[in-house]
């Protein structure tokens, strides 16, 4: 199946279990240095990428969700990109699970989607100054929560995607718990009139953990894949889009993949084995990493089960990337209930010595650090490989301590 990929940049009984051998004393057995981007807020929640400014180079949003803020940070050139980024607070947001960048009015300028749970239950828009001096001024940043969403589930994830062809990008979004669903918001002639956007019900879902748009069956439309970790509907499992002016008068079909016996956390789409075929690769909560095949033979859903070291905590997001420039795809995973002295964030890369499907664990964080949450991985420092971005949001309860923050692990390769 040819699957297309967004620009931005059950189950049978598995057909193996990928064990994990002991790789040689080198640069991948040492941990990766460490740059902070920001650590001054508390509980900072995922990064999500974008550029901003034109210039090439990655910009990052995160919400920091016991802080009460949404912050971007503005890559700084690979001179200044070991130290604090340029940021800006482009908003309060109590409660924020996720925030993502999108130029959402087609003024030029990039503007931030926050998604709410908790009581605050909502979505805001941040508007992005007009003068592009001033994008990095806080308080030239306008904030406006969306009014459909007001109250109507725990929004945890936020996807732009241009569902119908018209006025620009809409807003496919997902929830957790009782109210849950995923649906999208159609925008209006006017973006900024956000009382006339309009909420779209998709299907049912328990706990939404990633959205992400690909073309899952080729007709050349954007469907959406996602993971959703509770409930009757959880599992990995992708939304047909109808297509060219039927998005709003029909349902889209469900397709499951996989994963519905684990609690699937973040996934990503990816040519895992070089077969030029695109698989999900899911972490999971109770099962390490999950890798489903887009079809199967006679309808049954198969995936392959790749296991995550003793004692690094439980699996939460995955990335994929030729890291040590062999030509071949290696694997990222973070954690939470990560404790020391087992890192909290790794890299698997094959066996070549094994005809077996093999990989070898080498740690990228070294012991600090608790609970960590999406990756992405990217060149940040220009050098040719790629680094990883990751954030770390643990907060004990009665505890003090606020977490590592918004940082990144530079590529000893």
């Given at each position: 199946?040819?699957?297309?990929?967004?620009?931005?940049?059950?189950?049978?009984?598995?057909?193996?279990?990928?064990?994990?051998?002991?790789?040689?004393?080198?640069?991948?057995?040492?941990?990766?240095?460490?740059?902070?981007?920001?650590?001054?807020?508390?509980?900072?929640?995922?990064v999500r990428l974008g550029d901003v400014n034109g210039d090439g180079r990655p910009d990052i949003v995160t919400g920091w969700e016991e802080g009460a803020v949404t912050r971007l940070y503005v890559h700084p050139g690979p001179e200044r990109v070991r130290r604090r980024w340029p940021a800006v607070t482009v908003g309060q947001t109590p409660n924020v699970e996720d925030a993502v960048l999108v130029d959402l009015d087609g003024d030029g300028r990039t503007?931030?989607?926050?998604?709410?749970?908790?009581?605050?239950?909502?979505?805001?828009?941040?508007?992005?100054?007009?003068?592009?001096?001033?994008?990095?001024?806080?308080?030239?940043?306008?904030?406006?929560?969306?009014?459909?969403?007001?109250?109507?589930?725990?929004w945890m994830f936020c996807l732009p995607l241009d569902v119908d062809g018209r006025h620009g990008p809409d807003l496919v979004a997902g929830g957790?718990?009782?109210?849950?669903?995923?649906?999208?918001?159609?925008?209006?002639?006017?973006?900024?009139?956000?009382?006339?956007?309009?909420?779209?019900?998709?299907?049912?879902a328990g706990w939404i953990m990633s959205l992400r748009a690909a073309d899952m069956d080729g007709d050349g439309d954007l469907d959406v894949l996602l993971s959703d970790r509770k409930g009757p509907w959880r599992g990995c499992r992708w939304l047909e889009n109808p297509g060219p002016g039927r998005a709003t008068g029909?349902?889209?079909?469900?397709?499951?993949?996989?994963?519905?016996?684990?609690?699937?956390?973040?996934?990503?789409?990816?040519?895992?084995?070089?077969?030029?075929?695109?698989?999900?690769?899911?972490?999971?909560?109770?099962?390490?990493?999950?890798?489903?095949?887009?079809?199967?033979p006679s309808g049954k859903d198969r995936h392959q089960v790749i296991r995550l070291p003793d004692g690094v905590g439980t699996g939460k997001g995955v990335a994929v990337g030729d890291l040590d420039g062999d030509g071949r795809q290696d694997l990222v995973f973070s954690?939470?209930?990560?404790?020391?002295?087992?890192?909290?964030?790794?890299?698997?890369?094959?066996?070549?010595?094994?005809?077996?499907?093999?990989?070898?664990?080498?740690?990228?964080?070294?012991?600090?650090?608790?609970?960590?949450?999406?990756?992405?991985?990217?060149?940040?420092?220009?050098?040719?490989?790629?680094?990883?971005?990751?954030?770390?949001?643990?907060?004990?309860?009665?505890?003090?301590?606020?977490?590592?923050?918004?940082?990144?692990?530079?590529?000893?390769?």
């Open positions: 199946m040819k699957v297309c990929l967004f620009p931005v940049s059950l189950v049978l009984t598995a057909l193996s279990s990928c064990a994990l051998g002991a790789g040689p004393r080198s640069a991948a057995a040492q941990p990766w240095p460490r740059h902070v981007i920001d650590d001054s807020s508390r509980g900072a929640d995922g503007d931030v989607v926050t998604s709410c749970e908790g009581r605050t239950r909502t979505l805001f828009i941040h508007w992005a100054p007009a003068a592009a001096q001033r994008y990095l001024v806080a308080e030239a940043w306008h904030s406006e929560p969306l009014p459909p969403s007001r109250g109507r589930m725990m957790k718990g009782s109210e849950a669903a995923v649906g999208w918001f159609e925008a209006p002639q006017d973006p900024r009139h956000l009382a006339r956007w309009r909420w779209h019900r998709l299907g049912p029909r349902s889209w079909r469900n397709h499951f993949l996989g994963g519905r016996d684990h609690e699937v956390m973040f996934l990503t789409l990816a040519d895992l084995d070089g077969d030029r075929r695109s698989e999900v690769i899911v972490a999971t909560r109770d099962n390490g990493l999950l890798v489903l095949p887009l079809a199967a954690c939470e209930a990560a404790r020391p002295p087992r890192a909290g964030v790794m890299w698997l890369s094959r066996d070549r010595s094994s005809t077996e499907n093999r990989w070898v664990a080498h740690p990228i964080s070294g012991p600090a650090g608790i609970k960590f949450d999406r990756l992405e991985l990217a060149d940040l420092d220009g050098d040719g490989d790629l680094d990883v971005l990751a954030c770390e949001e643990s907060q004990p309860a009665g505890g003090r301590r606020r977490g590592l923050g918004v940082f990144w692990y530079e590529n000893p390769f």
